[in-house]
Nanobody, 124 residues
Framework: VQLQASGGGSVQAGGSLRLSCVAS????????MGWFRQAPGKEYEFVAV????????DYADSVKGRFTISRDPAKNTVYLQMDSLKPEDTAVYYC??????????????????WGQGTQVTVSS
C-alpha cells in the first residue's frame, strides 16, 4: 500500500486548505485512515481519524470544530478539510493507514502505512 498526500500550502490565519491522501489499491473503504502532523522540533501529533468503513471519526481537541476528515472510496482518497487555520497549525501533515480497528489509533505506532507528508504553513 502506498499513500500520497498533497494539498499543503501557505495561507493566512483564518484561511482554509484541503489535504488529500490517495491510496494505492482499495484500502480506503476498509482501513482506518488517520492524519498526523509534526511541527518543527516537536513530536508527531494526532490530528484526526476516520475509522473502519467510515463508521466514525475522532479529532484532536486542538482541531475539533475546525477540521473535518472524510473519505471517498471510489477515488481511494481521504481528505482533511482545514478551516479557520491558526499559526499553531503550521506543520508537516502525514496521512496513515492500518487495515483494522485499533484502540491505539491516536498513536503513530498503530499505523502500518504512511504518506510522504505535505507542508502547511499558516501566517498571522
Amino acid at each position: 500500500v502506498q499513500l500520497q498526500a498533497s494539498g499543503g500550502g501557505s495561507v493566512q490565519a483564518g484561511g482554509s486548505l484541503r489535504l488529500s491522501c490517495v491510496a494505492s489499491g482499495r484500502v480506503v473503504n476498509s482501513s482506518v485512515m488517520g492524519w498526523f502532523r509534526q511541527a518543527p522540533g516537536k513530536e508527531y501529533e494526532f490530528v484526526a481519524v476516520s475509522l473502519w468503513a467510515g463508521t466514525g471519526t475522532d479529532y484532536a481537541d486542538s482541531v475539533k470544530g475546525r477540521f473535518t476528515i472524510s473519505r471517498d472510496p471510489a477515488k481511494n482518497t481521504v481528505y482533511l478539510q482545514m478551516d479557520s487555520l491558526k499559526p499553531e497549525d503550521t506543520a508537516v501533515y502525514y496521512c496513515a493507514a492500518r487495515p483494522d480497528y485499533s484502540d491505539s489509533y491516536k498513536y503513530t505506532s498503530a499505523y502500518n502505512y504512511w504518506g510522504q507528508g505535505t507542508q502547511v504553513t499558516v501566517s498571522s
